[in-house]
Every structure is written in structure tokens, then in C-alpha cells.
């Protein structure tokens, strides 16, 4: 899709890939929510829906196109998993804040998962909707922060370091878990626990996931690949 588009956000996409698919095929029912607060990763989130069979080849075969439901950046209100159009980062966790409380009101104990990148975190706003989910206790509410280390011009410890990045959730009064974001079962297990208290889950991960050349890789945010590099990608995850 990226490749015959010619765009890139590929890096990012492979970093978020696995737990997307985890939390589609495997997690979620039908009255969850998911939002991908990081929408450059728009298309590993079709690439999810597609392997969950909620969209079609030919879908795909439209991404990033003229008139096409499947652009850059997730535009929300057409499919049921695509709620919010989201891609301005700081946005997507106000949004859940929001769900959270208004399923609390409808008395929807469904959950809400928001997914982020963790360069995101230099959003002041989300520290704002971090303190609301604390504040009213939104237990319901997860966020999973996909945690690469790396953002669009530089490394996230370098950028604005965050550290005590999990200290932080802890002090707002979240449950916090570190796990590794490509292992379905730590995710699983994360998930399944229970305290009564609105989790957090950083997701170590690497960006570009799988393809060797973009592995932990800043350029790999923005760079759409070459033709030599898409054959060499394609032959690394078949032999995976």
C-alpha cells in the first residue's frame, strides 16, 4: 500500500502493527472502542481491519488514492472501527477521556483504548485528559503508548525527555505496566489485569518493526521506500 502510494510513516506503522492486530482479532468485541491517536499510522490500522475482515482487497487497493475512504490519516464516521478522524497528535486521548465518561453516564462498561506514539507525549493536552481520566477514575479507559524512542526529527529522550516517563502515569494515579509491544501474550496479559484503576501500558517496540534496513530508524518516520528497498522488505517478512 505504502510503497505503490509512494508515501511514507512506515517506520511507525511496523512499531504499532502487532498490538492493533492483537487488539482486533484477539481482545476486543463489538462495543469497544479503539482510537489510533498516532494517525500517521493510519495504515497499519486498514491493514488490522482488513485481517480482522472488516475491509475488503479492494479497499486497500485505494489507499492514499482520489476519493478514497483510506487516507493518509484516519478520517472517522464511515466504518464502525474508524470513529474520530484523528492524525493531530494530542487529540486522540481527549477523545477517549470523553467516551470514557460518556459510557460511564450510559452506564457502558465497554472499554476504550487509545493508542499513541510516545513523542506524542510532548502534547501538553494530553497530560490535560490524562488528569481528567485520573480525576474521575475512567477505569475503563487504557492507553497504550507504542514506545519506540524515536520521532519525526530526533530521538524522544533527546527532543523533550520525559523520564520518569512511567513514574508520571504512576503519580496521576494510573496502573502502570511496561511490556514488549511485539509479544501478544504480554499484551494479553496486561490487559486481563484488573485494579480498578485506569491503565496505562508503554509498549517497548521497535520503529520499523521486521524490515532490517528500518529498524530503529529515525528517517523511517517521514521516507517512502525505493523499489530495491520494497523487494528487499517484501523478502525479509516472507522469510520472517
Known amino acids: 500500500m505504502h510503497h505503490e502510494s509512494g508515501i511514507g510513516h512506515i517506520g511507525g506503522n511496523l512499531s504499532s502493527l502487532d498490538a492493533m492486530l492483537f487488539l482486533h482479532t484477539q481482545a476486543m468485541e463489538k462495543d469497544d472502542l479503539f482510537i489510533l491517536s498516532k494517525g500517521h499510522s493510519?495504515?497499519?490500522?486498514?491493514?488490522?481491519?482488513?485481517?480482522?475482515?472488516?475491509?475488503?482487497?479492494?479497499?486497500?487497493?485505494?489507499f492514499h488514492k482520489d476519493n478514497t475512504n483510506l487516507p493518509g490519516h484516519p478520517v472517522g464516521g464511515w466504518h464502525p472501527g474508524i470513529r474520530f478522524s484523528t492524525g493531530s497528535l494530542g487529540h486522540g486521548l481527549g477523545l477517549a477521556a470523553g467516551a470514557g465518561m460518556a459510557r460511564r453516564l450510559q452506564k457502558n462498561n465497554a472499554p476504550v483504548y487509545c493508542l499513541m506514539s510516545d513523542g506524542e507525549w510532548n502534547?501538553?493536552?494530553n497530560w490535560?485528559?490524562?488528569?481528567f481520566i485520573a480525576h474521575h477514575n475512567l477505569h475503563r479507559v487504557t492507553i497504550l503508548i507504542d514506545r519506540n524512542d524515536l520521532q519525526g526529527f530526533g530521538r524522544t529522550g533527546d527532543v523533550a525527555n520525559m523520564e520518569?516517563?512511567?513514574?508520571?502515569?504512576?503519580?496521576?494515579?494510573?496502573?502502570?505496566?511496561?511490556?514488549?509491544?511485539?509479544?501478544?501474550?504480554?499484551?494479553?496479559?496486561?490487559?486481563?489485569?484488573?485494579?480498578?484503576?485506569?491503565?496505562?501500558?508503554?509498549?517497548?517496540?521497535?520503529?520499523?518493526?521486521?524490515?532490517?534496513f528500518m529498524e530503529n530508524k529515525m528517517e523511517w518516520h517521514y521516507l517512502p521506500m525505493t523499489k530495491e528497498q520494497y523487494r528487499q522488505a517484501v523478502d525479509e517478512v516472507e522469510r520472517a
Not at 165 to 194: N, T, W, Y
Request: charged fraction near 20%; aromatic fraction near 8%; glycine fraction near 12%.
Open 42 to 62: 493510519a495504515g497499519a490500522l486498514y491493514v488490522t481491519l482488513w485481517a480482522a475482515g472488516q475491509l475488503a482487497d479492494d479497499d486497500l487497493a485505494t
Open 123 to 125: 502534547e501538553g493536552s
Open 128 to 131: 490535560e485528559a490524562a488528569l
Open 164 to 212: 520518569p516517563f512511567g513514574g508520571k502515569f504512576s503519580a496521576f494515579g494510573f496502573d502502570v505496566l511496561e511490556i514488549d509491544g511485539h509479544d501478544p501474550r504480554e499484551l494479553h496479559k496486561a490487559l486481563a489485569q484488573q485494579d480498578g484503576l485506569p491503565k496505562t501500558i508503554i509498549m517497548r517496540t521497535v520503529k520499523g518493526h521486521g524490515v532490517s
